[in-house]
T-cell receptor, first 109, second 118 residues
Framework: GQNIDQPTEMTATEGAIVQINCTYQTSGFNGLFWYQQHAGEAPTFLSYNVLDGLEEKGRFSSFLSRSKGYSYLLLKELQMKDSASYLCAVMDSNYQLIWGAGTKLIIKP | GAVVSQHPSRVICKSGTSVKIECRSLDFQATTMFWYRQFPKQSLMLMATSNEGSKATYEQGVEKDKFLINHASLTLSTLTVTSAHPEDSSFYIC??????????????FGPGTRLTVT
């Protein structure tokens, strides 16, 4: 079956750095997405990786290793507004998104 | 960027009635739209994939006669929850794929519709 694993919850301190990991097993691979979702709102796109390596976008970076079925989202200089759920999703061979359960990130002052 | 709207944002209905939710791509043509349901503290669950001009493809366990999907144009898909029950109360989110983007296959999400069935 298809499976996306990410931690349920993480806590970090304002101004610090946090890494949210995601491992996957899917039928085919057409890219990995990270989304941010605040409570009661729809997800918003953060990043996309289809090749191995690191993609940097401001305070957020995303890494992919296809051979290991592994990705992480790195958030730097954490701000209180970064408190949200972070969803990892993989696009499979049918171009459907397979979603992880999300990681709830709690930022403490 | 591409914008997807949903209407209504919140709806409360009585058990046994039907509710229609609209999903519109405002500045692009969406040949494919997706309908998701999300229960509290859970991830998105794909309900169905809707292709313009054809019947929707429903995920296993989703009743197609209960959740009617219509994708009559390149910018509009509707989800009708028929004979709603309290267990249908959930957050319904649509997304749309911009087939002409030329880039990666990003899905653009609508803001979601909070359905409460009393």
């Amino acid at each position: 079956g298809q499976n996306i694993d990410q931690p349920t919850e993480m806590t970090a301190t304002e101004g610090a750095i946090v890494q949210i990991n995601c491992t996957y097993q899917t039928s085919g691979f057409n890219g990995l997405f990270w989304y941010q979702q605040h409570a009661g709102e729809a997800p918003t796109f953060l990043s996309y990786n289809v090749l191995d390596g690191l993609e940097e976008k401001g305070r957020f970076s995303s890494f992919l290793s296809r051979s290991k079925g592994y990705s992480y989202l790195l958030l730097k200089e954490l701000q209180m507004k970064d408190s949200a759920s972070y969803l990892c999703a993989v696009m499979d061979s049918n171009y459907q998104l397979i979603w992880g359960a999300g990681t709830k990130l709690i930022i403490k002052p | 960027g591409a914008v997807v709207s949903q209407h209504p944002s919140r709806v409360i209905c009585k058990s046994g009635t039907s509710v229609k939710i609209e999903c519109r791509s405002l500045d692009f043509q969406a040949t494919t739209m997706f309908w998701y349901r999300q229960f509290p503290k859970q991830s998105l669950m794909l309900m169905a994939t809707s292709n313009e001009g054809s019947k929707a493809t429903y995920e296993q366990g989703v009743e197609k006669d209960k959740f009617l999907i219509n994708h009559a144009s390149l910018t509009l898909s509707t989800l009708t929850v028929t004979s709603a029950h309290p267990e249908d109360s959930s957050f319904y989110i649509c997304s749309a794929r911009d087939a002409t983007s030329g880039g990666f296959d990003e899905q653009y999400f609508g803001p979601g519709t909070r359905l409460t069935v009393t």
